[in-house]
Every structure is written in structure tokens, then in C-alpha cells.
């Protein structure tokens, strides 16, 4: 029995020696922050998509009418529902978790990439970084990752609008990659990129909204309270939420028009790009529209944020 648990330990400190070296492997190393993000962003999505859809419907409700039923997130959740079952708030899922595999990913990769870099220039000149270059770094990352990820936001997007159109209109996508299929072949492979202006710079706004509150309130917080460093760093993301979703949010709801929309049986576009749009909206809808969902897109925005760096904070530990 001694030499069968002497054998059964030994193999256990072998797997563990072999799981070590791999996970210390260089290559390894470069690619973790990239599984890692993309890991804790597709888990969060998991959780706050229900939100996300109710989101989606009510900038799409009342399009082009400035009069009316106003739509609040209750009627909308309300009308889901009643029209099918509660699972169908998780439509666009597979989309969603594409998307995040796509643009968290490369998000947080290229975050890790570029502040790496940025430190090296740093010591070159021997000092450290700055809030300019982590705001450079997360502003480029942002940006990069939401040209990389456009294709999934708008398969997410047309799947979650489909139910709003009559039945015989609809697509019924089957999947994400159904929707990216038949989107491509029916309307051309460049279509996978509509809105890919208001989805950069929306991109650029979050990540300016995160960055520049969340390293500001975290400061004051430790600066004025006794709370503990756990409750700041909360605190600290709910503000950069709220502040984040402020500046980004006018770009989302354009980005989900544009995403949105289809060619007309004439073959033109109800809107022609990202000012067009914007545009017509304050002319048919008035500026507050811009800012409808607001508190539904807050809602999504920070706990969204704080599950996916809890998340990745722990995956970060794990693979240490």
C-alpha cells in the first residue's frame, strides 16, 4: 500500500511539474492574458445578456417617432415574455459569447501588449508610467479589439432585433455563425463591418470613461474614506460605470441603429453612416433619445465591468 501511494504522489508532483512548465512557458505567458480576458468576458456576458437584449429593444423602439407609448424596461421585459418564453432574453448569446471571445480577448491582450511596451520606454528613459499611457493603452486597445470584433456585435444585434419585425420578415437566425453566413452571402462580406465608426468610437469612450474615473475615484476614495481595498476597487467601478456609459452610450445606441438596419426594396439604407444617422435621430426623435435605456445600460455596463476583472483577477491567479 506504501508503494502504491509513494507512486500515486510521485505522479501527482510529475503532473504538477509538467503543468508548471507549460504554464511558465513564454509562449504561454503571452497568450494568458488573451484567454484570460477572453474567459472573464464571456462569463460575464453569461450572466448580464438578459440585460443586454432589454437594452437593445428599447433603443430600437419608437424608431423614427418622436411621439407615442414611451417603452421602459419593464414593458419590454414584460412583452418578451408574454410573446415567447423567459429564455428567449438569452437570444443572441452565442453571438454575445463570440463577441467577447473576439473583442475581451484582444482588448485586454493588447492592454497587456502595449503597457509592456510602454514600460520599456519608460525605464529607457528611467521613469515609470503614467495615467497618459495607460489611458494611450487602453484607448488603442479598445479601438483595436472592436475593429477586430465588429462582425459578432452585429450578428448579436440583428439577432436581438429580429423579433421586432413582423413574422413573415424575419430571418430566424439559427446561430451566430447562420447569422454572419447569410449576412455576408445576402448583403456582402463588407456589411459584417456596418457601424464599425460608432463601434470603435464608442469603444474608445468606455475604455476612456473606465480608465480616467476609475484610476481618479479609487484615488479620492483612498484618499478620504477608511474603507477597505476591496470596497474601493467596487466603488471605484461602479463610478467609472456610470461615467463610462455617460460617454458612450450615444455611440452605442447609433452603432445599433446602423447595425440594424437593412436595405429598403428600392436597395438604399435608412441611414448613410454615423453623422447621417445621428442626424436624423435629433430631427425625428430629439437629443434625449440619444440617452434612452440610459439606466438599462448602466445596469449592463458595471457589473458587466466588475465581473469580467473579478473574474480575470482570479484566472490571474490561478495561472500565476
Known amino acids: 500500500m506504501s508503494k502504491s501511494a509513494e507512486a500515486a504522489k510521485q505522479g501527482t508532483n510529475e503532473a504538477r511539474r509538467a503543468t508548471s512548465a507549460i504554464l511558465h512557458h513564454p509562449y504561454t505567458r503571452t497568450a494568458l492574458p488573451f484567454i484570460n480576458g477572453g474567459l472573464a468576458g464571456m462569463t460575464a456576458t453569461a450572466i448580464i445578456q438578459p440585460i443586454d437584449m432589454i437594452k437593445v429593444r428599447l433603443q430600437l423602439a419608437g424608431e423614427g417617432v418622436s411621439t407615442g407609448p414611451r417603452a421602459s424596461p419593464l414593458s419590454i421585459t414584460r412583452d418578451i415574455i408574454a410573446s415567447g418564453k423567459a429564455m428567449d432574453l438569452y437570444t443572441g448569446l452565442s ?46 486597445a479598445g479601438g483595436l479589439a472592436a475593429m477586430v470584433g465588429n462582425p459578432a456585435d452585429l450578428a448579436l444585434i440583428r439577432m436581438q432585433s429580429d423579433g421586432l419585425k413582423p413574422v413573415s420578415q424575419r430571418s430566424n437566425y439559427k446561430s451566430v455563425i447562420d447569422a ?45 474614506t477608511r474603507l477597505s481595498p476591496q470596497v474601493q476597487t467596487l ?47 435629433i430631427a425625428q426623435e430629439g437629443w434625449l433619445r440619444f440617452y434612452r435605456g440610459f439606466t438599462t445600460y448602466y445596469v449592463r455596463i458595471a457589473p458587466h465591468a466588475m465581473i469580467t476583472l473579478i473574474v480575470a483577477d482570479y484566472l490571474g491567479f490561478l495561472t500565476r
Not at 473576439?102 to 515609470?128: E, I, P, Q
Not at 456589411?191 to 484610476?215: D, E, H, I, Y
Not at 456610470?242 to 436597395?267: E, H, I, Y
Request: with cysteine; net charge positive; charged share 20%.
Open 95 to 140: 453571438a454575445g459569447l463570440l463577441r467577447q471571445a473576439v473583442y475581451t480577448t484582444a482588448r485586454l491582450g493588447f492592454f497587456d501588449t502595449f503597457m509592456d511596451m510602454a514600460r520599456v520606454r519608460a525605464s529607457a528613459k528611467g521613469h515609470s508610467i503614467g495615467f497618459k499611457e495607460r489611458a494611450a493603452a487602453g484607448l488603442s
Open 180 to 224: 454572419l453566413l447569410r449576412i455576408s452571402r445576402t448583403e456582402g462580406i463588407t456589411a459584417l463591418w456596418a457601424g464599425a465608426f460608432p463601434t470603435v468610437a464608442r469603444a474608445m469612450a468606455l475604455n476612456f470613461g473606465q480608465l480616467a474615473f476609475f484610476s481618479e475615484a479609487k484615488t479620492q476614495l483612498k484618499q478620504r
Open 235 to 281: 466603488s471605484a467601478s461602479a463610478i467609472a460605470g456610470f461615467f463610462a456609459s455617460f460617454f458612450s452610450l450615444p455611440f452605442d445606441f447609433v452603432k445599433t441603429r446602423l447595425q440594424k438596419q437593412q436595405r429598403r426594396p428600392d436597395g438604399t439604407l435608412p441611414y448613410r453612416g454615423m453623422f447621417d444617422c445621428a442626424k436624423k435621430v
